[in-house]
């Protein structure tokens, strides 16, 4: 259980960080839902690639400030970095 609230900080944080990309890049967007799919898978392979890196964001369990700004940091690029790829894509194969 004591790894399951950063995780859920991350999925959040990665559905917010889609559609924050999403508003930043019009032409690429997928409408908030897909944004927010996105965001949330690239927020959780945001915290997997994180975790394989050894970086811990929550030292011996203890979520503190600097833990929940790092799994919001985390979660958010990685939701908006999955989503601009696949929209991206989608803009390119949609030429």
């Not at 959040?12 to 839902?33: D, E, K, Q, Y």
């Not at 790092?70 to 390119?92: D, Q």
Request: without cysteine.
């Amino acid at each position: 259980m004591e790894g399951l609230l950063p995780l859920i900080i991350q999925l959040l944080s990665g559905a917010l960080g889609g559609n924050l990309a999403g508003a930043i890049f019009h032409r690429l967007s997928l409408g908030t839902m897909g944004n927010s799919l996105l965001g949330i898978l690239g927020g959780g392979l945001g915290a997997y690639l994180i975790s394989m890196l050894g970086i811990t964001l929550a030292p011996g369990g203890n979520l503190d400030l600097s833990g929940i700004i790092g799994s919001v940091a985390s979660g958010a690029v990685g939701g908006g970095v999955l989503m601009a790829v696949f929209g991206f894509a989608r803009a390119i194969v949609g030429r």
